[in-house]
């Protein structure tokens, strides 16, 4: 991991080319609206994206509002989602956050970090990544991926998830701040991978402070 950390020109360049890369960045989940946004990213704990995917598109086609997930009820939700991981749990906490979402919002989603996360289910990240996506508000849900880039590349070093967080907050230029998630979590996914990041294809490799970047292949 990097011990030395960015410099304020160099956290702008390196936003300003990713945003040069990919002007409008978005989750790789399959999505309708808020309700179903906040239902996939509870499905994606220690799952992937595509898993993901494959699940909703039977479950949203039979279930896409909180009173219809409801009242599909755990038994319901399973059948759709038993390949993924936890998916008993998952079942459970779809559930219960639809329910509580029918009595106690109307059936709509908050756009409140407080309420968002009295629901079963939903922590910070998860609170984080709906606040950001569905409603554009500039949070970053710190992922292993947002944690690993920030860390390695010295942009947001830190020991916690929460550390990388409020440093990221501090951090990253207002007008990056919107998009920083979704752009730090595609560069973690597919260019700075965990075990052999694709260092002579990145395009802030001269900004990154990775000491054992991944060699050229020779030739």
């Not at 590349?153 to 230029?173: C, F, H, N, Q």
């Not at 979704?182 to 000491?211: E, M, N, Q, V």
Request: include cysteine.
């Amino acid at each position: 991991m990097a011990r030395t950390k960015l410099k304020k020109a160099e956290i702008h360049a390196l936003f300003a080319r990713l945003a040069e890369a990919l002007p409008e960045p978005t989750t790789e989940l399959d999505y309708k609206d808020p309700f179903t946004l906040l239902v996939a990213v509870v499905l994606s704990a220690q799952s992937t994206d595509v898993g993901v995917n494959k699940a909703t598109r039977t479950l949203f086609a039979e279930a896409d509002t909180p009173e219809a997930m409801a009242a599909l009820g755990e038994e319901g939700v399973k059948r759709h989602i038993k390949t993924l991981g936890l998916f008993n749990s998952k079942a459970k906490n779809v559930v219960e956050l639809s329910r509580a979402l029918s009595q106690e919002h109307g059936g709509e989603l908050p756009r409140d970090r407080a309420a968002l996360e009295k629901l079963p289910g939903v922590g910070r990240k998860t609170a984080n990544v709906v606040l950001n996506t569905a409603f554009g508000e500039p949070t970053i849900a710190v992922d292993t991926h947002i944690f690993r880039v920030s860390n390695r590349t010295g942009l947001a070093p830190g020991k916690t998830v929460r550390e990388v967080e409020d440093e990221l907050v501090r951090v990253v230029p207002s007008e990056f701040a919107r998009d920083a998630h979704h752009w730090l979590i595609l560069h973690g996914r597919y260019t700075c991978k965990a075990r052999k990041p694709d260092c002579p294809s990145c395009r802030i490799a001269d900004l990154c402070k990775f000491k054992e970047k991944t060699p050229a292949p020779a030739g």
